[in-house]
């Protein structure tokens, strides 16, 4: 009782203190995903390099002039922006502005019309072995699998489900080494489809040393 009663006190603290910094915090506040759902939800996937930016062809925003290496996927309205080889974020980080490193390679999965906090970018050299392999493709084979942020050790329990997987933020072994596949588990009824964390040797590894 003592400890709810604590843990009420901490949650109005916490609000008490969005409350005050709303404005800018309202801003930059994303749900973690992972980067299979980053995959599926963008408007475009490509691999890059940073060629060099601008803060002076649109008023408040950062401009990066980019060599497009390798396109994974793109909605036709996101190709026709690639062609000008131009990505622009927010240059205030209370919008969520990104800073990305002149000359340095990245995969990025972004919406339209700019890139923010909430778009997925990573250095190539810093990816594993697993992400290289999802966003190449693997990522694309899966989106049927949606996978949900998990906050409590209980909705982790159950680890299969029909249409996708729990995922908490802090599990680095989902993130970096596996990916949320359909697989068919054969009952006396037939065969019937569940989605699963898939099980390669790295992650298992990762989840005996974690």
Not at 147 to 166: N, T, W
Request: net charge positive; glycine share 6%.
């Amino acid at each position: 009782m003592e400890f709810t009663r604590h843990l009420s006190l901490l949650a109005l603290a916490l609000f008490a203190v969005l409350a005050l910094y709303g404005q800018s915090a309202d801003a930059c506040m994303c749900m973690p995903s992972h980067p299979q759902t980053h995959y599926c939800s963008a408007d475009y996937v490509v691999q890059l390099r940073v060629l060099r930016k601008s803060n002076t062809i649109e008023p408040g925003k950062t401009t990066y002039k980019v060599h497009i290496k390798r396109t994974y996927k793109a909605t036709p309205e996101a190709r026709k922006m690639l062609r000008d080889g131009r990505l622009s974020t927010p240059n205030a980080d209370s919008m969520c502005g990104i800073q990305l490193d002149i000359g340095k390679v990245y995969i990025i999965a972004g919406r339209m019309p700019q890139l923010n906090l909430c778009s997925y970018y990573k250095e190539y050299t810093k990816m594993t072995i697993a992400e290289r392999h999802g966003f190449s493709g693997a990522y694309g084979l899966a989106c049927n699998c949606t996978i949900s942020p998990c906050f409590g050790m209980q909705c982790l329990r159950q680890r299969e489900y029909a249409d996708g997987c729990k995922w908490s933020p802090y599990g680095k072994c989902e993130r970096d080494y596996s990916s949320c596949v359909p697989h068919n588990i054969r009952t006396r009824n037939g065969d019937i489809q569940r989605c699963r964390w898939r099980r390669t040797q790295l992650y298992k590894k990762c989840l005996s040393y974690p």
